[in-house]
């Protein structure tokens, strides 16, 4: 009983921590006094590799992944940063889409940008859940709705995912025709013009 317990601290402690390092990256981004050192970076390779590290968790709600994206988009970003953009967004499709579901990730060049698309078929967004979406601490509470697989929010992903978007220069945006028609999620990065 007493490692149960033990066991139960630790893990108040590690989602403790996510929660305290979340909020200091995203008051650091928010007050725009955060380090920046982009460098040239295959954005294909990290979207490539970003699935191959999330495919398990796919596996699990056999949730099928389908790509289309170019071979090499040579872009200048922050490896880590965009790392976490697209991981974040590739988790809340695997959260919010039923077994056996898909998710399609796209990128394709548009005028002096990069956009990258996260489709899913899952539970959608509402026009009033949009209005929240990219706030800090703006988690949307869809008890019964969601899919449980144990990933537990902070309401700041996409607030974060945001701001380090727009650090790149680039958008972040979401469609959705309502509940249950799927969401996609997109995020453009500006083509190095050198």
């Given at each position: ?65 389908n790509?289309?994206?170019a ?8 490896k ?10 590739i ?23 990069v ?29 019964g709705q ?20 727009e650090?790149?220069g ?5 469609e ?8 996609t ?10």
């Amino acid at each position: 009983e007493t490692i149960l317990i033990l066991d139960e601290i630790k893990d108040g402690t590690l989602r403790l921590q996510t929660v305290i390092n979340k909020l200091l990256e995203s008051s650091l981004l928010k007050s725009g006094k955060t380090p920046f050192e982009p460098s040239q970076e295959d954005l294909s390779f990290l979207i490539r590799f970003c699935v191959k590290s999330l495919r398990g968790l796919a596996k699990t709600r056999n949730i099928f992944v389908n790509l289309d994206i170019a071979k090499r988009l040579i872009l200048n970003f922050e490896k880590e940063r965009i790392y976490e953009v697209i991981t974040h967004l590739i988790i809340n499709a695997i959260k919010y889409t039923p077994p056996y579901g898909e998710i399609k990730i796209q990128s394709k060049k548009k005028d002096n940008n990069v956009i990258v698309s996260i489709q899913d078929n899952g539970i959608g967004i509402s026009v009033d859940e949009k209005r929240k979406l990219f706030k800090q601490f703006g988690k949307i509470e869809r008890y019964g709705q969601g899919w449980d697989i144990g990933i537990e929010g902070t309401g700041m992903g996409l607030f974060t995912s945001k701001k380090i978007v727009e650090l790149h220069g680039g958008k972040i945006w979401v469609e959705s025709e309502g509940r249950n028609k799927g969401s996609t999620f997109s995020f453009t990065l500006p083509i190095d013009k050198n």
